[in-house]
T-cell receptor
Framework: AQKITQTQPGMFVQEKEAVTLDCTYD???????LFWYKQPSSGEMIFLIY??????QNATEGRYSLNFQKARKSANLVISASQLGDSAMYFC??????????????FGAGTRLTVKP | EAQVTQNPRYLITVTGKKLTVTCSQN?????MSWYRQDPGLGLRQIYY???????DKGDVPEGYKVSRKEKRNFPLILESPSPNQTSLYFC????????????FGQGTRLTVV
């Protein structure tokens, strides 16, 4: 069974510094996708970044990068140069399989990030 | 604009009064699903649909129904809501069911008293 673990219920970071949010996953599939979503206080779920299990390079999207360590089954999110607007809940998620498998997106419990001025 | 639209955004209702939360996507996605979000538990899947007329249970389906008569719509029905269904609900859609990004609706905050 899939399982996503986010061990940091809450994190604080100083504005303009970098922060790493941890995520480990458990799967026996060879093909899967890893995702990070941001949920601000307004409640919507905002897609941030995606990493495929066969991607050799770590994914990057602007200030977001995903530190993918396949052997350790970890997919940590790194936010560089934190901004006050980065304060939010962050969810790691995984989806197994090829495009035509019927596989649910499983989520971790989330990490609440607070950026301090 | 590509989007998933849920309505209503907020709803307060009483125990036992049937309600429907609508979800519509304009991206021609085959896969749609409903999640509920509760503190400390992340998002848990309620029901999903691989395509029109194909629906199946997720992790927490008790007390919920869905239908998928058209590709774009995937309503969530609570026949007899109870207080333990007070939660934040999300509808999501994606191109297919595996390895692809899910697009989320804005969320529906439901309170059952």
């Amino acid at each position: 069974a899939q399982k996503i673990t986010q061990t940091q219920p809450g994190m604080f970071v100083q504005e303009k510094e970098a922060v790493t949010l941890d995520c480990t996953y458990d799967t026996s599939d060879q093909s899967y996708g890893l995702f990070w979503y941001k949920q601000p206080s307004s409640g919507e779920m905002i897609f941030l970044i995606y990493q495929g299990s066969y991607d050799e390079q770590n994914a990057t999207e602007g200030r977001y990068s995903l530190n993918f360590q396949k052997a350790r089954k970890s997919a940590n999110l790194v936010i560089s140069a934190s901004q006050l607007g980065d304060s939010a809940m962050y969810f790691c998620a995984m989806r197994e399989g090829t495009p035509y498998n019927n596989n649910d997106m499983r989520f971790g419990a989330g990490t609440r990030l607070t950026v301090k001025p | 604009e590509a989007q998933v639209t849920q309505n209503p955004r907020y709803l307060i209702t009483v125990t036992g009064k049937k309600l429907t939360v609508t979800c519509s996507q304009n991206m021609n996605h085959e896969y749609m699903s409903w999640y509920r979000q509760d503190p400390g538990l992340g998002l848990r899947q309620i029901y999903y649909s691989m395509n029109v007329e194909v629906t199946d249970k997720g992790d927490v389906p008790e007390g919920y129904k869905v239908s998928r008569k058209e590709k774009r719509n995937f309503p969530l029905i609570l026949e007899s809501p109870s207080p333990n269904q007070t939660s934040l609900y999300f509808c999501a859609s994606s191109v297919t069911g595996g390895g692809t990004e899910a697009f989320f609706g804005q969320g529906t905050r439901l309170t059952v008293v």
